[in-house]
């Protein structure tokens, strides 16, 4: 009976063989909660943010409705030109409609760049682009608050909650009306 050859390995093949299977070790290995980076937590909110959050917090509270903050990522159907403005997603809690709710609060770095960007969004989903990103019923509070922008889009045929024309009831009485133009 005849013996195979045993493989040989050349150069540093061996060494990096052991290399890579500790490093998959080390893969299945769960990290402590301490080794978990610091950007995964949510960015403080800012001055101009917070007085924003906190007219919104009492346009809603009057009407029996909470907002809280959310800390998701929430990209609306927006113009290209917002890609990189400050964000914050706070939510109006709407027991029948969980994932609803959503108002988006973009910070601007002065009070006529936020009016220049509230025009610009406000024209962005009058537009066919912007349209098609709404169902067909859409309606929209947008609201000029300092140098930022509160935005709000619902649908009432899509809304399950009956309390959501509420929310936008309440977004439209902070700050100043961004008017959407007729398409």
């Given at each position: 009976?005849?013996?195979l050859?045993?493989?040989?390995?050349?150069?540093?093949?061996?060494?990096?063989?052991?290399?890579?299977?500790?490093?998959?070790?080390?893969?299945?290995?769960?990290?402590?909660?301490?080794?978990?980076?610091?950007?995964?937590?949510?960015?403080?909110?800012?001055?101009?943010?917070?007085?924003?959050?906190?007219?919104?917090?009492?346009?809603?509270?009057?009407?029996?409705?909470?907002?809280?903050?959310?800390?998701?990522v929430?990209?609306?159907?927006?113009?290209?030109?917002?890609?990189?403005?400050?964000?914050?997603?706070?939510?109006?809690?709407?027991?029948?409609?969980?994932?609803?709710?959503?108002?988006?609060?973009?910070?601007?770095?002065?009070?006529?760049?936020?009016?220049?960007?509230?025009?610009?969004?406000?024209?962005?989903?009058?537009?066919?682009?912007?349209?098609?990103?709404?169902?067909?019923?859409?309606?929209?509070?947008?609201?000029?608050?300092?140098?930022?922008?509160?935005?709000?889009?619902?649908?009432?045929a899509?809304?399950?909650?009956?309390?959501?024309?509420?929310?936008a009831?309440?977004?439209?009485?902070?700050?100043?009306?961004?008017?959407?133009?007729r398409?």
């Amino acid at each position: 009976m005849s013996r195979l050859p045993a493989p040989r390995w050349r150069g540093g093949a061996l060494v990096a063989l052991a290399a890579a299977i500790v490093a998959v070790a080390g893969c299945a290995a769960p990290a402590a909660p301490s080794a978990l980076p610091a950007a995964t937590a949510a960015p403080p909110i800012s001055p101009a943010v917070a007085a924003t959050e906190v007219q919104l917090a009492g346009a809603l509270r009057a009407r029996g409705l909470v907002l809280e903050e959310t800390g998701l990522v929430v990209r609306p159907g927006e113009p290209a030109s917002f890609a990189a403005v400050p964000r914050t997603a706070f939510r109006a809690i709407l027991p029948d409609d969980p994932s609803g709710g959503l108002v988006v609060v973009y910070e601007l770095p002065d009070v006529a760049s936020a009016a220049t960007a509230a025009a610009e969004l406000a024209a962005y989903v009058a537009s066919g682009p912007g349209r098609v990103q709404y169902p067909p019923d859409a309606r929209f509070a947008l609201r000029q608050v300092g140098s930022t922008i509160a935005f709000f889009a619902w649908s009432p045929a899509s809304s399950p909650d009956a309390r959501t024309a509420d929310v936008a009831a309440a977004v439209a009485t902070v700050g100043t009306e961004v008017p959407i133009p007729r398409g």
